[in-house]
């Protein structure tokens, strides 16, 4: 008797004259195993595989995720925040005339560097980000405050001396902030994420920024 049929599942029963064929029997569970055997081995290999695989698949629609802050939220966002500068720059030039310009002449210029750095770190710009981007200009703006009113409580000392003073009490409160930062950055909650990656690329910026550009401003006025 020969089978030629692939055999699936199921279970057959043979047998010959009426008595079961223990041989026969044995010979085809042999075979089906084998099958069965060769059919899962070669699944495996396909899913292995590294080259092509026999799928199709065809796109319906592509699906992007925007940021949750509109244009208009940003023009807005931007206007109140440029006015309260503003306001606070005119303090400082009224009370602190040219070493006061000369600060705001700087403040300009690290607002400039620091969007600049903001921008080609491809930082993600959200409501989280955007209050993150307020704090380091508030803590640049009290940093040149204290700079000044050292200058002009210790007028018998050298600027040089103030400036330096400064740099030191400042490098100590912000090295927690700096820390805090980096703790953020590296969370998996996006918005602490990107809070965290504002604030971190905001005290580099400061530090940098105000030793070679600030500090010879106010050394240059010094030698005149």
């Known amino acids: 008797m020969t089978i030629k049929q692939a055999i699936t599942k199921g279970m057959i029963m043979l047998k010959s004259n009426n008595v079961e064929s223990p041989k026969l029997k044995a010979r085809l569970l042999l075979q089906f195993t084998l099958n069965k055997t060769r059919e899962?081995?070669?699944?495996?290999?396909?899913?292995?595989?590294?080259?092509?695989?026999?799928?199709?698949?065809?796109?319906?629609?592509?699906?992007y995720i925007e940021t949750n802050i509109t244009q208009d939220m940003i023009i807005k966002s931007i206007i109140t925040i440029s006015i309260v500068l503003a306001i606070a720059l005119v303090?400082?030039?009224?009370?602190?005339?040219?070493?006061?310009l000369l600060s705001v002449i700087s403040y300009i210029g690290f607002v400039a560097t620091y969007l600049l750095v903001i921008r080609y770190t491809n930082t993600m710009i959200s409501i989280c980000s955007m209050a993150g981007i307020l704090l380091v200009l508030i803590l640049d703006y009290v940093y040149k405050f204290d700079l000044l009113k050292n200058i002009k409580n210790n007028k018998n000392e050298q600027i040089l001396k103030n400036i330096n003073n400064t740099?030191?009490?400042?490098?100590?409160?912000?090295?927690?902030?700096?820390?805090?930062?980096i703790v953020f950055t590296l969370m998996k909650l996006i918005p602490l994420s990107e809070f965290g990656a504002t604030l971190f690329w905001g005290?580099?910026?400061?530090?940098v920024y105000n030793i070679i550009i600030t500090d010879e401003l106010l050394k240059i006025k010094e030698d005149k």
């Open 40 to 63: 899962s081995a070669t699944t495996i290999a396909n899913l292995l595989d590294i080259g092509e695989l026999p799928l199709e698949y065809e796109v319906n629609e592509n699906k």
């Open 167 to 181: 740099n030191v009490n400042w490098l100590i409160k912000i090295i927690p902030i700096a820390i805090i930062s």
């Open 91 to 100: 303090v400082l030039v009224i009370r602190y005339r040219l070493t006061g």
């Open 203 to 207: 005290v580099i910026v400061i530090v």
